[in-house]
Every structure is written in C-alpha cells, then in structure tokens.
C-alpha cells in the first residue's frame, strides 16, 4: 500500500504565497508522475500541475507564471509553490502520483490520491 499525505493548506489573503507538500510512502515503488489537482465547490476537479522526469512540468493556464511545481525524489515528495494568490484559486488541492508498486504477484501502474487540504483565498 502507498499512502499519499499532504500539508501546507491553509487561508491566506489575495496576492499571498502557500507552498502544499505531499509525501508518498509505503510499498515499493518508482514514480512515473506526480501532480496536483484542485476542486471548488460545485465545480469538478481540475489539473493545477503534474511533474514527471520524462515530461518535466506542466501548468494548467490559470496557474502559469503564478505555481511552481517541484519534486525531491530522493524522499518521494512533491511540492506546489502558489504565489500571487487569487480567490478564484480557494478549493480543495490533492495530491495524484503515478506509481510503478511492486507488489507480491508483479510490478503493476497505480494511480493514488491524497486526502486533500483545503486552501481559501480571501480577497
């Protein structure tokens, strides 16, 4: 089993920084890709950002210039820097990874989400 934990949310006033962490640990595994994504109320879940050593970093255009997405391979952690903050940007961020998990019957691809954390933007 690989668990997702996350940390970092919080409520901050339009034009501030948050920076939301999320470590992965458990089972055996290498990492394809590692992202985040977010959910406002009444809309569905949207990409923020993924980060992949084959693909590199990708934004979603509402986030370009603003995020940064990062990773510490060594410990499995992913990071999102939000800065200039918005109120459009309040939602429920999670934490997606792409994992190879070797398991007891073979190495298989498993996609894994955080629990999530909330961020809210006052302006």
């Known amino acids: 089993q690989v668990q997702l934990v996350e940390s970092g949310g919080g409520l901050v006033q339009a034009g501030e920084s948050l920076r939301l962490s999320c470590a992965a640990s458990?089972?055996?595994?290498?990492?394809?890709?590692m992202g985040w994504y977010r959910q406002a109320p009444g809309k569905q879940r949207e990409l923020v950002a993924t980060?992949?050593?084959?693909?590199?970093?990708n934004y979603a255009d509402s986030v370009k210039d603003r995020f940064t997405i990062s990773r510490d391979s060594a410990k499995n952690i992913v990071y999102l820097q939000m800065n200039s903050l918005k109120t459009e940007d309040t939602a429920v961020y999670y934490c997606?990874?792409?994992?190879?998990?070797?398991?007891?019957w073979g190495t298989g691809e498993y996609d894994y989400w955080g629990q999530g954390t909330q961020v809210t933007v006052s302006s």
């Open positions: 980060i992949s050593s084959v693909y590199g970093a």
């Open positions: 458990g089972s055996t595994f290498s990492v394809n890709a």
């Open positions: 997606n990874a792409d994992l190879l998990v070797a398991t007891s």
